[in-house]
């Protein structure tokens, strides 16, 4: 009897193991396939992101283009009570400024007297009262500080330096045209309002128009993409019938030769 019972358990391991092989290659395969299905998923997203029209040929999110950090919080109006009160203290500038045509030299006086004057007696009356002087810090700009702002306007003259270089120099006709049309537009504008005025309104655009478009993008990609193909079919057909025909400037030819 336990010969035969031996037996039968080996008979019996065979069979599990094979059983369990059988299963083991299910899952494998399972796995591997899924896996192989979720890579080729990914990389169709990816290609299907890439070839999404982007206003400007923007590649980065709003909030990176903007600069990132403080500053893109608020023009993003991440912290809406931020950017509430920077929107308004903006637009109570340019009430005292142009509606009720204060002058600038004559509110930085007025705002000077009347905070020396209050901090003058509240740090003499200080001693009567028997309470506290006020504690006034003391601003001091580093080096290093100034050193930093003046790299980096140095670096952003340059770089207009460089492209009004470019466009003088008859490089690139499409940045001309784009220089030439935005100079015209703006000038239009200036003989509108005066430079305060179009601060103000630029201000108020970089507080509504980053945030609306980050809310709508698809739609307005969308739509800036039909607006794109049909602005380069009529500039195909410019380019053929004038364009081509205006002779290259100097730095261009030598380039070729």
Not at 57 to 71: A, S, T
Request: hydrophobic content about 40%.
């Amino acid at each position: 009897m336990a010969e035969l019972e031996g037996e039968r358990e080996r008979e019996r391991e065979p069979v599990a193991e094979s059983v369990e092989d059988k299963i083991t290659e299910k899952i494998d395969g399972g796995d591997s396939s899924s896996s192989s299905s979720s890579d080729s998923d990914d990389d169709k997203l990816d290609a299907v992101k890439s070839k999404v029209f982007r206003l400007f040929g923007r590649e980065k999110p709003v909030h990176k283009v903007l600069g990132g950090g403080k500053p893109a919080d608020v023009f993003l109006w991440r912290n809406k009570k931020i950017s509430a009160g920077v929107l308004g203290g903006a637009t109570a500038v340019w009430v005292f400024f142009e509606l009720l045509e204060y002058h600038l030299i004559t509110l930085l006086c007025h705002l000077s007297i009347f905070s020396l004057a209050v901090l003058f007696l509240w740090s003499n009356a200080s001693n009567f009262l028997n309470k506290p002087p006020p504690k006034i810090p003391e601003v001091v700009l580093s080096e290093k500080c100034v050193r930093e702002v003046a790299s980096g306007l140095r670096i952003e003259i340059n770089r207009g330096f460089v492209v009004l270089h470019d466009i003088a120099s008859g490089r690139d006709l499409k940045k001309f045209l784009a220089v030439i049309a935005g100079l015209w537009a703006l000038s239009l504008v200036g003989s509108c309002c005066n430079i305060l005025t179009l601060l103000y309104i630029s201000f108020v655009l970089l507080h509504t128009v980053p945030v609306l478009y980050e809310k709508y993008e698809d739609q307005v990609d969308a739509y800036s993409e039909k607006t794109w193909i049909k602005i380069k079919k009529q500039y195909a057909v410019l380019d053929e019938k004038y364009l081509s025909k205006i002779p290259k400037g100097p730095l261009k030819e030598k380039k070729k030769d």
